[in-house]
């Protein structure tokens, strides 16, 4: 069983950045697969970025360029960095952890892009 807690989100401007955190409990945070997905109002949640436990990364189309996705095993968390935020980066988004077969996620964090 693992738990994520997110935090770091809040109002930006337009162009403005944000980092968000997931924070996981657990000894072996290191062998899952992580990843932050969002979901804005009326649409289906999507993937924004991911991490492997080998560090290998992969991220969405729209978001190619402007956002980081990192973790520190030692300290049981992943990142996303979110550079030159756009209105239509609005949405909560969501840590999730796999390995395997088991998934978990997180409670989300509510990211809002607005002047």
């Known amino acids: 069983q693992v738990q994520l807690v997110e935090s770091g989100g809040g109002l930006v401007q337009p162009g403005g950045s944000l980092r968000l955190s997931c924070a996981a409990s657990?000894?072996?945070?290191?062998?899952?697969?992580m990843g932050w997905y969002r979901q804005a109002p009326g649409k289906e949640r999507e993937l924004v970025g991911a991490?492997?436990?080998?560090?290998?990364?992969n991220y969405a189309d729209s978001v190619k360029g402007r956002f980081t996705i990192s973790r520190d095993n030692a300290k049981n968390t992943v990142y996303l960095q979110m550079n030159s935020l756009k209105p239509e980066d609005t949405a909560v988004y969501y840590c999730?952890?796999?390995?395997?077969?088991?998934?978990?996620w997180g409670q989300g964090t509510q990211v809002t892009v607005s002047s």
């Open positions: 991490i492997t436990s080998g560090q290998i990364t």
């Open positions: 657990g000894s072996i945070f290191r062998f899952y697969d």
């Open positions: 999730n952890a796999a390995l395997n077969m088991a998934t978990y």
